[in-house]
């Protein structure tokens, strides 16, 4: 009969320190869960910080106002004239005739564009020259026409 009471004093002594273990146990969790709420939030807040400032980045190196005769220059090639139409897209006509790059272009709108531009040279002074070579051989080409 001693046996019996001390073996089941010992399962009473065990199931009352898993019940202790167990509820120490949800008060871990529950602090882990809120940690790992805290830090998903900041990791979110921080991507989208992030991505902002890539985005801000991006647009900083795209021109405002495109110049669409030195635009038509650098696109007149077969291998490029493609881009004339993409470029374009992104820019609109304001009052004045200028044209502007629209407040709505998305970022990856934007690093496209920039892509585009820097190939073709618009962002080059190299482009420049080009262009500004083209305008001027066309030019005189009309004065002896």
Not at 4 to 33: C, F, H, P, W, Y
Not at 50 to 61: A, F, G, M, R, W
Not at 77 to 104: C, H, R, W
């Amino acid at each position: 009969m001693n046996y019996l009471i001390d073996s089941v004093n010992d399962i009473s002594r065990g199931l009352m320190e898993a019940s202790q273990d167990a509820s120490a146990n949800q008060i871990k969790i529950a602090k882990m869960t809120r940690l790992l709420a805290m830090l998903s939030k900041g990791a979110k807040a921080t991507t989208q910080d992030l991505d902002h400032y890539q985005s801000e980045s991006v647009l900083t190196n795209v021109p405002v106002e495109m110049d669409a005769e030195r635009l038509q220059q650098l696109t007149k090639d077969p291998t490029t004239k493609q881009f004339y139409a993409i470029v374009m897209a992104d820019y609109e006509e304001n009052e004045d005739g200028k044209l502007l790059l629209k407040p709505s272009i998305s970022s990856d709108d934007a690093t496209a564009l920039h892509g585009i531009l820097d190939k073709i040279g618009y962002l080059s002074v190299k482009g420049v020259a080009k262009s500004g070579l083209g305008t001027a051989k066309t030019a005189i080409k009309g004065m002896f026409d």
